[in-house]
């Protein structure tokens, strides 16, 4: 199966990239434009299978970039992101072309499933995503795809947000991962209440890897986390 494309239009710097990395993480895609000048050059180059467009761009507003690649490709769908929370934006959103809307700040689990839903819908065919390939972990056998954390013929079944904090320290073993990108990836913002969520499945992954004493997660106090794997 080929990639899933996406062409993400975003001008806030920190919000693109942890968005574009996250999305890339999980097998997909991203071309990112700052603004909505040469959108459509870059998505006749690109051919994406579906947009991500910011309202609220310089130059071309996003629901006119939006109108202007409906008009070309109707038939790829685009998602609108806004802290907008009019009834009129969102009907202007729909009117200009657009398929869904989310509102800032969102989390990356809701993005994720709308995608997959728009893709679905335009294209029944079509999986969204690759199947993530299993991580060794000292003795265990971790599985994104089947949420599965193995160990000799014991499996744990992990939740989906298991999962997801797995996912994210394994693709950095032996690095440092920021506590506030963990929450803006996972959750969307780093309330006081996410960052009390985190901790909590912060202790569930401890206490699931306690059998081999190889494989640890470190707390970096002020910081975030490391998986370190000897």
């Not at 494309?5 to 942890?18: H, M, S, V």
């Not at 459509?40 to 109108?67: N, T, W, Y």
């Not at 929370?85 to 509102?103: C, H, I, K, M, W």
């Not at 599985?143 to 999962?163: D, F, I, V």
């Amino acid at each position: 199966m080929s990639e899933t494309r996406i062409l993400y239009i975003e001008d806030e710097p920190f919000l693109a990239k942890i968005v574009r990395e996250y999305l890339e993480s999980r097998g997909w895609a991203v071309r990112h434009l700052p603004d909505g000048r040469g959108a459509v050059a870059a998505f006749e180059q690109f051919r994406p299978h579906i947009c991500i467009l910011d309202v609220m761009l310089p130059f071309d507003d996003g629901f006119s970039v939006g109108k202007d690649i409906h008009k070309r490709f109707p038939k790829t769908p685009i998602i609108y992101l806004t802290a907008k929370d009019q009834t009129e934006d969102v009907l202007a959103g729909f009117a200009s072309g657009g398929n869904d809307y989310l509102r800032k700040p969102f989390s990356m689990e809701e993005l994720i499933v709308r995608l997959k839903n728009l893709i679905a819908l335009s294209n029944p065919d079509r999986q969204s995503f690759a199947e993530q390939e299993p991580v060794t972990l000292g003795q265990f056998l971790f599985n994104p795809t089947r949420q599965e954390l193995l160990l000799g013929e014991q499996a744990k079944r992990l939740s989906h947000r298991e999962t997801q904090l797995l996912e994210m320290l394994a693709q950095n073993i032996n690095k440092d991962v920021l506590r506030k990108d963990i929450l803006l990836l996972l959750w969307g913002n780093d309330s006081y209440f996410n960052s009390r969520n985190l901790d909590v499945y912060i202790t569930r992954l401890r206490e699931y890897l306690r059998p081999d004493p190889n494989v640890e997660i470190i707390t970096l106090k002020g910081i975030g986390y490391r998986l370190v794997v000897a």
